[in-house]
């Protein structure tokens, strides 16, 4: 399948062993999905419970496991769900179809679309959840001149870049509530910034930048633009849409995640050297696919930069 550049292609080969900070958003989830399944009030015994943007499998698997765990807790699993692990056809479903091989928990099956248009048929949806995915564009409005990513860029493209998040954002909803059935619930996590504005990724973007400028020339940092946007909490909130698409906002905030890896530190518990390690490799696992589309050649050049000018970063 052919693909254009600067567009989401998905993970690395190395994203399940290296997705630890996003395991780390889905156990902050918790009390949001025990809410959600709280709410959840269906007619029919049989479930379907959807992960959109599920990538290798790893993640998604254990949080569909507290899905079920907690249905079950609840009294409202009559008969094992049917689980929808959903992300794009270019996806790794090897590695997915493989963990689902040897766990055999549940009865799991994988759904090949970007979650920006219609993936399973309408009225069929009893639970929808996405973490860490929806940050991604569906496409990018055009590339970045002078950086890699939309908050470095001119105020035309910054506004370019929220427009283009909020097309994503309107059909994300929109399809997904065609698919939900009366009185299903969708449980979000959206990577967002903090109410100062200071935006916790940006710093490694600028990063990725500086160290890219000693490789590559004008043309190919051109293609290097990130197809990713982070909205504020303002931006996940629009009540219009909601009522449009006959959907009741239960509870919306802003929560605050403290990765494992960067608490270890702090904690003395890893030395710099091993925090940046840590770090770049989860960074290579989600940028790897996108500098992929500048070249072998440039790729492996790439991958051989210093890790400490990749990711310095102090908290």
């Not at 997915?96 to 759904?111: I, P, T």
Request: proline share 4%; aromatic share 10%.
């Amino acid at each position: 399948m052919a693909t254009k550049s600067g567009t989401t292609v998905g993970m690395a080969e190395s994203y399940n062993e290296n997705s630890d900070p996003q395991l780390a958003i889905i156990n902050l989830m918790i009390p949001y999905i025990q809410m959600g399944i709280d709410e959840l009030n269906i007619a029919s015994s049989s479930l379907v419970i959807a992960d959109f943007g599920s990538s290798h499998g790893r993640n998604s698997m254990i949080v569909m496991k507290i899905f079920i765990k907690y249905l079950q807790q609840a009294n409202k699993l009559v008969t094992p769900p049917l689980v929808v692990h959903n992300d794009l056809p270019t996806n790794d479903w090897t590695k997915l179809f493989q963990l689902l091989s040897e766990d055999k928990s549940y009865q799991g099956v994988a759904n090949g679309y970007s979650f920006y248009e219609q993936c399973l048929p309408a009225n069929s949806l009893s639970m929808g959840f996405t973490s860490s995915s929806m940050h991604w564009l569906s496409k990018i409005p055009f590339n970045i001149a002078n950086h890699c990513f939309h908050t470095y860029g001119e105020e035309h493209e910054r506004q370019a870049y929220k427009h283009q998040a909020k097309v994503d954002f309107n059909s994300f909803i929109e399809h997904r509530s065609r698919e939900l059935v009366s009185g299903g619930v969708l449980v979000l996590s959206i990577p967002s910034y903090h109410d100062q504005g200071i935006e916790s990724m940006s710093n490694y973007f600028d990063q990725l930048y500086i160290c890219a400028q000693s490789f590559f020339n004008e043309q190919e940092l051109l293609k290097l633009t990130i197809p990713l946007y982070l909205r504020s909490l303002s931006e996940c909130i629009d009540y219009e849409l909601f009522d449009r698409c006959s959907l009741k906002l239960i509870k919306a905030e802003l929560s605050q995640l403290k990765v494992p890896t960067l608490e270890q530190y702090r904690n003395d518990q890893l030395t710099f050297d091993q925090l940046v390690k840590i770090f770049a490799k989860a960074f290579q696992s989600t940028m790897e696919p996108l500098i992929k589309q500048l070249g072998p050649v440039f790729l492996l050049t790439f991958l051989r930069i210093p890790s400490k000018n990749l990711l310095i970063i102090h908290p």
